[in-house]
């Protein structure tokens, strides 16, 4: 992605998730909630990482 251009990447991840992204290099960067097509909320966390 960075030979593309990038110089962030960012996602959403579920509560389960974050410790592995963490591992790659990802940070946190807000705490937010993912609405499945039932309506049931889960915890999801939106996290970064500088490709630079």
């Known amino acids: 992605m960075k030979d593309a ?3 962030t990447m960012t ?3 579920s ?3 974050v410790g592995f992204y963490q591992k790659m290099g990802m940070v946190i ?3 937010t ?3 499945l097509r039932s309506g049931v909320e889960l915890k ?3 996290m970064e990482k500088n490709l630079a």
């Open 44 to 46: 999801a966390y939106k």
């Open 33 to 35: 909630n993912h609405r």
């Open 29 to 31: 960067i807000e705490k």
């Open 11 to 13: 996602l959403n991840s």
């Open 15 to 17: 509560i389960t998730a």
């Open 5 to 7: 251009g990038y110089n």
